[in-house]
């Protein structure tokens, strides 16, 4: 078996098909959903919508052979299946990224290996439409994001000459242009296979690759938006690959540098890492040192909440939940057991709390969908973290109904209160990049993360 098949038979746990929360007095953790066969096996990160309700991808459904669904699930955790994918859809579904319109960009594949995969719209209320179809030069579409620029950027499993990979950018009416392709230098020094790609401040596309060889162990790569690629830094150089291998998430954190999580190495059972824009990685916390592995292993993905600490899943036994603070000190806050198993990465509502989902488990065995609570305030997010003077920028929240005041960095922006979730700002002139505020009749609401204002 070839590592990207470890691979997928790996991540197969988390999308293969909650839970008796183990929870301290500092934390209230609250099944919000069973699912059943029409939402079987739930995958990857939950979306917040405009309208407040959360969106969601399974691996199978119970219309279509090979084909997943896309569902949404109000607050109290109602479940309504908003679209079952057949194979004509693209198969099963990987990403869900939000629109300003309200609207979802999304890319699905790898039912089966003759079909390639699509890259897909649909709206709140179920109406989907194929933007562009994938092919054997372009590889099935894995990793995809919504650029500052309004464009869609994204990779493949297995595009490409040497079926290594692609990064991919598509335009608004579904154009693709491949802007670059893994593995056509001899012995693959890019390795290829790219699992994760995020834009960072510098307006630059950072991602993860782990190559199709038994020998690749993985690399960190920046990507310019024009195409021009730099490997970073290459996993496991040294014996027992203390530094981890196969890296598998990746995000920038709020003091610019980039972490994220291997799914190996260390002492095998995967490492969290922290890693400069310049290539210096440190290695942060080396899962399962201690006997039993109270701390977990295999990481899954973390994402730096509102208190600035990092939260995270882990999918080794059962599969955990834990908090890290910025220098490396690990808390398990749940542990997961047989009735909730393999939780997918976490996502913050704008009301503080931590949503996510575990593939396999639950009343019907079918999967779940869980709260976490930690006592964190509610905040505001923004649809579009990034814009440039006189454009309209979406703000996602709770309460917003009677705002009276937006600003961006202490300057006052023009707005329309669209709906008690969702706000409509103009970018003013003279805004300089920095916190979003929202002065609701509640009290004041900050953004998560900081509006950079492009030039």
């Excluded at 399974?58 to 109602?78: D, E, K, P, R, W």
């Excluded at 693709?176 to 001899?186: G, H, N, R, V």
């Excluded at 014996?239 to 954190?253: E, H």
Aim: with cysteine; proline share 4%; charged share 10%.
């Amino acid at each position: 078996m070839t590592r990207l098949n470890s691979r997928k038979s790996l991540l197969a746990i988390f999308f293969f098909c909650t839970v008796a929360a183990i929870a301290s007095s500092a934390q209230t953790f609250t099944t919000l959903a069973n699912l059943t066969k029409d939402n079987q096996c739930p995958m990857g990160t939950l979306v917040e919508g405009v309208n407040g309700n959360f969106y969601g991808l399974t691996q199978n459904n119970a219309v279509y052979l090979n084909g997943g669904s896309i569902f949404v699930m109000t607050a109290a955790g109602s479940v309504t299946t908003l679209r079952s994918l057949s194979l004509y859809d693209g198969g099963i579904a990987s990403e869900l990224v939000l629109n300003p319109d309200g609207t979802f960009y999304g890319t699905a594949c790898c039912a089966l290996y003759e079909e390639w995969g699509t890259a897909f719209n649909i709206s709140a209320r179920g109406t989907f439409k194929v933007l562009s179809r994938f092919d054997k030069a372009t590889g099935q579409p894995d990793a995809a994001l919504r650029a500052a620029s309004g464009s869609y950027y994204g990779t493949t499993l297995n595009g490409g000459p040497n079926h290594a990979g692609i990064v991919f950018r598509m335009d608004r009416t579904g154009a693709l242009t491949t802007l670059y392709t893994f593995c056509t230098q001899s012995h693959c020094p890019d390795q290829g296979v790219p699992l994760t790609l995020i834009q960072a401040t510098d307006g630059n596309f950072y991602g993860t690759g782990v190559g199709n060889n038994p020998v690749d162990e993985g690399v960190i790569f920046r990507i310019t938006p024009g195409g021009s690629l730099t490997t970073l830094y290459t996993f496991c150089t040294q014996t027992g690959c203390p530094d981890g291998s196969w890296p598998t998430s990746l995000m920038q954190g709020s003091d610019g540098d980039f972490y994220g999580t291997t799914q190996f190495g260390g002492l095998y059972y995967g490492t969290i890492f922290k890693i400069t824009s310049s290539g210096i990685l440190t290695t942060l916390h080396v899962f399962c040192t201690e006997t039993n592995c109270p701390d977990g292993s295999s990481p899954v993905a973390m994402i730096q909440a509102t208190d600035g600490n990092f939260y995270g899943t882990t999918n080794g036994g059962f599969g955990s939940i834990f908090r890290m603070t910025p220098s490396g000190q690990l808390t398990t806050l749940h542990t997961f057991d047989m009735t909730g198993e393999f939780p997918g990465p976490l996502m913050q509502g704008t009301d503080g709390n931590f949503y996510g989902m575990t593939s396999y488990g639950g009343a019907n065995q079918d999967g779940t969908v869980y709260k976490l609570s930690m006592g964190l305030g509610p905040f505001v997010k923004l649809v579009q973290p990034a814009g440039r003077i006189g454009e309209t920028g979406g703000i996602i929240g709770q309460g917003l109904t009677g705002t009276t005041d937006v600003s961006i960095n202490g300057l006052h922006a023009s707005f329309t209160v669209v709906s008690d979730t969702y706000i409509r700002a103009i970018v003013p002139a003279g805004a300089t990049s920095g916190f979003v505020t929202v002065q609701t009749p509640s009290g004041i609401l900050k953004s998560n993360v900081p509006f950079y204002v492009i030039q």
